[in-house]
C-alpha cells in the first residue's frame, strides 16, 4: 500500500507542480491568474493522443508538436484573455476573461474530440517495469524535475530569463529599461503553454486524453500556487507533490469523495496559518 | 355574373356550415406526424443516433407499404443536443405548431425529466427509453409510456445475477459522484441488504480519479465476491478494470450498460481486462449459446441488412426506434384514430405485445412496459454487429 501511495501520489502531485508553475509563469509577466492553465494540462494529454495514437507520429515529434500547439494556446490567451484587462487588473476581469476562455477551450474540445475518454499512448517500450515503478508514475515526476531545472537555468543563466524576472520583479522598471515587456510577456505565456501540456502528455497514461480533466488540474493546480506561494516555482514544486501525496493517502485512508473533503480541510487550515503561503514572503508594505 | 354582398355572405355562411363536415375527410388523409426528440448532437449523441435509425427505418418501411389506413407516418425530428432547454423548446413547438400526435422520446433523463410534465398537460401520448423511475407516474403523467427498462429494473436484473447465477453474497457497490452515481449506488446497496446480502464495500468514485488502486484494494480486503457497478463513465470503468487486472484479482464486475461501451477497448491495458465483465442488456439483442440472435431479432437483422449500419451502434437502439414508430402506428391502425385518447387508450390496452426490442404489457396504472424478465447480463467483451453474448450461466 505504502508504495502505491508513493507512487501515485508522487505522480499526480508532480502533475499538479507543473500546473502550478504554468500559473506562476503566466502570473510572473502579467500579475494575471489566468484559469486556462489546467485546460493546457488537458490539452498535452489530448493533443499527445490525437498525434501520435491517431497521426501516428512517432513519440518525440508528437511531444514537440504538442509542446508547440499549447504554446501557441498560451500566446492566444495573452492576445485574447490578457492583453485587453491589464489595465484595469485591480478590477480583476481576468478572472472573468481567462475562465470565459478556458470554458471555451473545454467545450471546443468536447465537440472535436470526445467527451468520453481516450487513450493515451504508451510513450517508452518498456515491459520489465511494472506496479508503482510502471513508466506512467515516473514519467510526470522526470517531467517535473526537468521542467524546474530547465527554469532555473533559464531564469538565472540566459538573458532572456532575466529579463522575465526583472519584468516579473518590476515591469515599469524594466519597460523603462528598454525591455520589450510585451513581447516577453507574450513569450512567457507561450512558455506556460508548453509546461501545461508537458503536464498533461507525461500525466497522460494516468489522466488519459479527457476533456472533463481540465477543471480537475486547474483545482489542485491551484492549491500548489496558494501553498507555495504566489510566483515561488520550487514552492509550487514542494506543494504539489505534498498535495499528491496527502491525497493518495487519503484516497487509501478515507476513500476518494472524503479525501477531496481532506484536501480543501488542510488547504484552509494551512493558508489559515500561513496566508502568504508555507514558501512565500510576507508582503511588504512601501511607505 | 354580378357578385353581390349578399351573395358572399351565403357563400361564406354555406363554407362555414359545410366544414365540420369536411373535417373527418381531412382526418383521415392527414399524416400521422411523430415527434421525435432527439439528441443527434452533443456529448449524449450515440443512442440518439441508433435510435434514429431504426425510426427512420420503421417510417419508411410502413410508407412504403401504404402508410397506415392510407395515412402517411411523417417524422418531425428536432436535434435537442441533450440539453432539456432545448428539448423543453422542441416539446413545446411540436406541441403547438407542428402539431404532432405523438411524441418518441427524449431518450436521456435529464431532458425527458424536463418535458414530461409539459407533454403531460398538453395530454400527448409520449414513449420514451429513459431509465429514471420517477418519469413513469401514472396519476402525474398519464401520457407517458417506457418501452425500456427502468432503473429499478436494471437494478433488479443485475442482483438476481449476482444472486442467483453468480451465487455471491458479498458485493461491493461502486458508482460515480454524478447525482445518477450517487442515487444508484443508494438505491442498489438498500436492494441488495433487503435481499439479505451483504454490501462489504461502497464508494463514489471521481469519475476523473487517475488511480482506482484505493477503492479497489479496501473491496478486496473487504472481501467482495462481486463488485457492481453504477456509472456512465468509460474512463473510470476502465481504470477499475485495468487495475484488478494490476492487483491479479478475478473479482467479477457486473453493472451499468456503458461497461461494454467499444470506447473502454481502446483503453485497457490489456485486452484479457475486459474479461468476466457483466454489462446489462437485453434478451432480444444477445447472441445465445449457440451463437445466434433470437428468432425475431434475426428477422429484423435480416430487414436491415445494406440498409441500417449495426456496427457503430448497438442493435438495441436501432430496434427500440423501430418499435415506438410501429406502437404509434399501431396504435392509429387499431383505433382508426390519432387521437390523443385513442393512442392512449390502446396502449393501455396492450399485453405482451411482441416488439423487436422487448414484449411490452401497458395497463392503465402500469406505464413501465418492459419487462425485467427480458433484462439479462452480456459479457461486455463480445460485441458483434451491436449486439451481445449472453453471460454465462443463462440456460
Known sequence: MLASILASGLAVGAIYALIGITYNTMFATSR???????????????????????????????????????????????????????????????????????????????????????????????????????????????????????????????????????????????????????????????????????????????????????????????????????????????????????????????????????????????????????????????? | MRITRRDLSRATLAGLAAAPLARPALAQTEAVRIGWLAAMTGPSSAPAIGFNRGVLFA?????????????????ITRD????????????????????????????????????????????????????????????????????APSNGQWDDAVRAYCLNVLKVRKVAVIGDTTGYGVSAVKASVAAFQKDGAEVVYQANIDATQPDMTPDMLRARNAGTEAIIIWSVSTGMEARLFNTRGNMGWDVPFVGHPSMASGEIGGLLSRPANWEKVFAIGYKSCSYGADGNLPAKSQELVSRLQGKVALDDTLLWWVAAGVDAVNLIAGAVEATGSSSNEAIIRHWNSLTKHAGYFGTYSFTPDEHNGYPTEEVVMSAANTAKHGAFALAPGYG
Not at chain 1, 489559515?272 to 512601501?286: I, V
Not at chain 2, 417510417?59 to 417524422?75: C, F, Q, Y
Open chain 2, 80 to 147: 435537442t443536443q441533450g440539453d432539456p432547454t432545448k428539448a423543453v423548446n422542441a416539446t413545446q413547438e411540436m406541441i403547438s405548431q407542428a402539431k404532432v400526435h405523438a411524441i418518441w422520446g427524449p431518450t436521456n433523463s435529464g431532458e425527458s425529466l424536463a418535458v414530461t410534465a409539459i407533454m403531460a398537460r398538453a395530454k400527448m401520448p409520449n414513449i420514451h427509453p429513459c431509465v429514471v423511475d420517477q418519469l413513469i407516474d401514472t396519476r402525474r403523467y398519464p401520457n407517458a409510456f417506457r418501452t
Open chain 1, 32 to 287: 494575471v491568474m489566468s484559469f486556462t492553465a489546467g485546460q493546457l494540462g488537458m490539452l498535452g494529454g489530448v493533443f499527445g493522443s490525437l498525434f501520435i495514437l491517431q497521426f501516428q507520429l512517432p513519440v518525440l515529434p508528437g511531444l514537440a508538436l504538442t509542446l508547440l500547439a499549447a504554446a501557441a494556446i498560451g500566446v492566444v490567451t495573452e492576445f485574447v484573455a490578457v492583453r485587453p484587462v491589464l489595465k484595469s487588473l485591480d478590477q480583476h476581469l481576468y478572472v472573468l476573461s481567462t475562465l470565459a476562455l478556458a470554458l471555451m477551450i473545454q467545450q471546443v474540445t468536447a465537440i472535436e474530440w470526445s467527451t468520453e475518454p481516450r487513450p493515451f499512448p504508451r510513450l517508452l517500450e518498456l515491459t520489465t517495469a511494472h506496479g508503482p515503478w510502471d513508466q506512467k508514475y515516473w514519467l510526470p515526476v522526470v517531467a517535473c524535475a526537468v521542467t524546474i531545472l530547465g527554469l532555473e537555468y533559464l531564469y538565472k543563466r540566459t538573458l532572456v530569463g532575466r529579463a522575465f524576472v526583472a519584468v516579473a520583479e518590476d515591469n515599469f522598471a524594466a519597460r523603462a529599461l528598454g525591455l520589450p515587456e510585451r513581447n516577453l510577456r507574450v513569450a512567457s505565456y507561450a512558455l506556460a503553454g508548453a509546461i501545461g501540456a508537458l503536464a498533461g502528455f507525461s500525466g497522460g497514461q494516468l489522466l488519459l486524453a479527457f476533456f472533463a480533466n481540465g477543471p480537475l488540474l486547474n483545482f489542485y493546480g491551484f492549491i500548489p500556487v496558494a501553498l507555495g506561494g504566489l510566483g515561488n516555482n520550487r514552492g509550487a514544486v514542494i506543494g504539489g507533490l505534498a498535495l499528491g501525496l496527502f491525497q493518495q493517502a487519503a484516497n487509501f485512508t478515507v476513500g476518494g469523495i472524503f479525501s477531496s473533503v481532506a484536501v480543501f480541510t488542510l488547504f484552509i487550515i494551512i493558508l489559515l496559518a500561513a496566508p502568504q503561503g508555507l514558501f512565500g514572503a510576507a508582503p511588504q508594505r512601501r511607505v
Open chain 2, 59 to 75: 417510417a419508411n418501411a410502413l410508407n412504403a407499404d401504404g402508410g397506415v389506413k392510407g395515412r402517411k407516418i411523417e417524422i
